[in-house]
């Protein structure tokens, strides 16, 4: 039987092989567990804004795919209903920037994930509330064998 840990897993690892976004961008999973994700990545020189700080589409692509990757975990089918981010801080140019994402809320079909995305110095740089809409029926992927 497989543990909700080991289903997590699972689905990580299949939908990063898919995710061209993530994998372009240089996106590392650093954790990943029911409800939960934590993304990292670099801020390269094509990242930079006219101003020569992080872009926040950048910003907030690494902040949606920690949320994709939490609001999947269970292998359920689920998508974005909708997004607010907050920067607060500016990144800038080689900044080391982790996403965390944690499950709010989990009710029927919708869910609610909060995501603080933070610099090597463990500064604030934003936050970003995701909503969640759950396919019924639909897996990310088949899975071999019986769950928990």
Known sequence: ??????IAEAVRDSMFANDRVSQSLGFEIL???PGQARLAMTVRDDMLNGFDICHGGMI???????????CNSRNQLTVASGFAIDIV?????????TAQASEVSLSGRTGVYDIRVSNQHE??????????????????????????
């Open 89 to 97: 801080a500016p990144a800038q140019k080689g900044d080391r920037l």
């Open 31 to 33: 954790s990943i567990s």
């Open 60 to 70: 907030a692509t690494l902040a949606d795919s920690c949320f994709a990757f939490a």
């Open 123 to 148: 500064e604030l740089v934003a936050v970003f509330r995701g909503r969640s809409y759950c396919i019924k029926g639909k897996p990310v992927m088949p899975l071999a064998g019986p769950t928990v």
């Open 1 to 6: 039987m497989l543990t909700g840990q080991e």
